[in-house]
């Protein structure tokens, strides 16, 4: 299995900053994408930010130029760094990774268990 470990959530004032990282162990071949969604109450879950192995990053139009992610690929880790946060940042963050354990197996999705982000004055 592939396990993920979350760590970095907390809460803050708006316009502060947090970083989130997470760690990718267990039986993994390779991570084709690693990123990072969230979870508003009451709302569906959203994609915050991804990037691929080739560090192709991809971010929500509402975090761009405020949320920086980046990936370890040797250590299996992503982290996100966000930054000017606002009331609407507020959420479950989940760590996402779509790996293969095996050279000849299919692509999986994995999640973390979620790390409160709050934001709050």
């Known amino acids: 299995q592939v396990q993920l470990m979350e760590s970095g959530g907390g809460s803050v004032q708006p316009g502060g900053s947090l970083r989130l990282s997470c760690a990718a162990s267990?039986?993994?071949?390779?991570?084709?994408?690693m990123g990072w969604y969230r979870q508003a109450p009451g709302k569906q879950r959203e994609l915050v930010s991804t990037?691929?192995?080739?560090?192709?990053?991809n971010y929500a139009d509402s975090v761009k130029g405020r949320f920086t992610i980046s990936r370890d690929n040797a250590n299996n880790t992503v982290d996100l760094q966000m930054n000017s946060l606002k009331f609407e940042d507020t959420a479950v963050y989940y760590c996402?990774?779509?790996?293969?354990?095996?050279?000849?197996?299919?692509?999986?999705?994995?999640w973390g268990q979620g790390t409160q982000v709050t934001i709050s004055s």
């Open positions: 990037i691929t192995d080739d560090s192709s990053a």
């Open positions: 267990g039986s993994i071949y390779n991570i084709n994408v």
């Open positions: 996402y990774v779509r790996a293969r354990r095996f050279r000849f197996m299919n692509y999986s999705n994995y």
